[in-house]
């Protein structure tokens, strides 16, 4: 079984527990900016791209949070890695609303990534 056969067992997963917890689809949206402008203050040009993606959403356990690299409001989100591959100049919606992607770190034990795992913060 290839990488990409074991992160598309993972996706299917991710739905088959939304299906059988009876609580939707467990998906985020990616919102993937427009191009970025010359100048980097400048605001992109256009409307971010949305991206849904079947995702698992986590709250960092006590012992993690320590106000500087973790902070309390944080989440990790386990995310789909059949689909796009996030950046940290992506945002990403979830239920309590909008988050800043802090970091990317694939899970790819045999080098193909089974999925991503983010570090988001309001």
Not at 4 to 30: C, P
């Amino acid at each position: 079984m290839s990488g990409f056969d074991i992160a598309k067992e993972v996706s299917e997963a991710l739905a088959e527990v939304a299906r059988d917890v009876g609580d939707g689809e467990f998906t985020v949206t990616i919102l993937r900016p427009a191009s970025q402008p010359q100048n980097p203050w400048d605001p992109p040009a256009g409307a971010p791209t949305e991206i849904v993606l079947r995702a698992m959403i986590e709250t960092f356990t006590q012992d993690q949070i320590n106000d500087t690299l973790i902070k309390a409001g944080d989440r990790k989100v386990f995310l789909d890695a059949t689909g796009i591959v996030p950046t940290t100049a992506d945002r990403v919606l979830l239920p309590e609303g909008e988050f800043a992607i802090l970091s990317v770190m694939p899970f790819a034990p045999a080098g193909v990534p089974v999925y991503h795992e983010l570090h988001c913060r309001r």
